[in-house]
């Protein structure tokens, strides 16, 4: 166990999924060297087949008694998608072409079959009342590591200081029982080095009191980031406090400390076309990512909305909204 555990909160109202949290985390970790599948950071649509594709079924995690289980380990071309290569010379530098001649249009040299994003933006339900919302994944740095008990070698390990879970290089033989047990899919496999991968949580800035790239890159300001036991930081009070961050798939059993404050959307239109009360994502499709406690922690969101918009105080709304973006990290503090 670790002394403090450092968490992330992702408010789903706000992800407008731009994808510049992973744009931040794939130019400074994951952009060569065999990392070109990885996306240590991505951000998914939902409903929809996420990335590896379906890994919320590829297995993992503990079982009712708390063993670890072994899940599916992603196969690159048909779960990840092989990366490929734009015609960029023959679209964008054409030469030689007659007049009246088509000119090549860009477009990739392989047709892919799958990739990240594979399904963005398409969501489910039947017009005026489809849905889709967007949900951003990384490392949950859990506090049981289903990896960290998958791993023969004893190559991961968390942080004494700040729980984040990290990879021994030296140790890791590639052997990918860490792959195969992580039930989010956010352990990786690189091919050019035989050696298992995976987020960092920026540990590099945290130590220089720095937010993580994909926190502090978000243009919805929709992350916070401090430990959970900092009673004046902005986690504990939407996990703890507030009571209105939820755990992605809890039932897992590795107690992950990436938490979701669940979106709330315009009610469904009747055959009139007028509303009628009833929410246009379906409580069940968040209940199965977030738990039971979805409809309770809805109902307060709804709650202090209207409080905040009488021009009543709302703490949880300010904290929410994140007027000040330095507000939203506390990461230097000390127990």
């Known amino acids: 166990m670790s002394k403090r555990q450092l968490a992330m909160v992702m408010d789903l109202n706000k992800c407008i999924g731009c994808q510049t949290c992973t744009s931040a985390c794939k130019t400074q970790w994951t952009n060569r060297n065999g990392r070109d599948y990885m996306y240590w950071n991505n951000v998914e649509t939902h409903p ?43 679209a964008l530098n054409p030469r030689g072409e007659r007049e009246g001649d088509a000119l090549p249009h860009l477009a990739p040299l392989t047709p892919p ?40 070698r004893g190559a991961i390990y968390k942080r004494e200081e700040d729980g984040i879970v990290l990879v021994d290089q030296e140790r890791c033989r590639g052997y990918q029982h860490c792959v195969g047990a992580c039930p989010y899919k956010k352990v990786y ?32 300001r929709i992350r916070f980031v401090s430990y959970l036991d ?10 703890t406090k507030w009571q209105v961050a939820l755990p992605l798939h809890a039932e897992f059993g590795t ?21 009628s009360g009833e929410r246009r994502i379906p409580d069940a499709e968040l209940i199965e990512l977030f738990g039971p406690r979805v409809p309770e922690v809805l ?7 209207e409080k905040k918009k009488r021009g009543e105080a709302s703490e949880l709304m300010d904290l929410l909204i994140a007027y000040r973006h330095e507000e939203m990290f506390r990461i230097g503090v000390k127990k």
């Open 255 to 275: 107690q992950p400390n990436v938490y979701y404050v669940p979106p709330l959307s315009p009610s469904k239109l009747d055959a009139q076309g007028r509303p």
């Open 299 to 305: 109902k307060l969101l709804e709650a202090e909305r």
């Open 230 to 239: 900092d009673a004046d930081g902005p986690v504990h009070k939407l996990v």
């Open 189 to 220: 496999f690189n091919p050019r080095f035989g050696r298992s991968e995976k987020c960092i949580f920026c540990f590099p800035r945290i130590e220089q009191g720095l937010a993580p790239a994909c926190a502090r890159q978000c243009a919805g």
């Open 48 to 90: 929809g087949s996420g990335y590896p594709r379906n890994w919320r079924k590829s297995g993992g995690g503990f079982d009712a008694a708390g063993k670890v289980k072994q899940g599916h380990i992603p196969n690159l071309a048909r779960d990840y998608g092989v990366p490929f290569e734009m015609n960029y010379t023959a």
């Open 113 to 152: 079959t799958f990739g990240p994003n594979w399904d963005e933006d398409q969501g489910a339900g039947e017009y005026p009342n489809s849905f889709h919302f967007y949900l951003p994944r990384i490392c949950n740095h859990c506090t049981n590591p289903a990896c960290l008990a998958a791993c023969p």
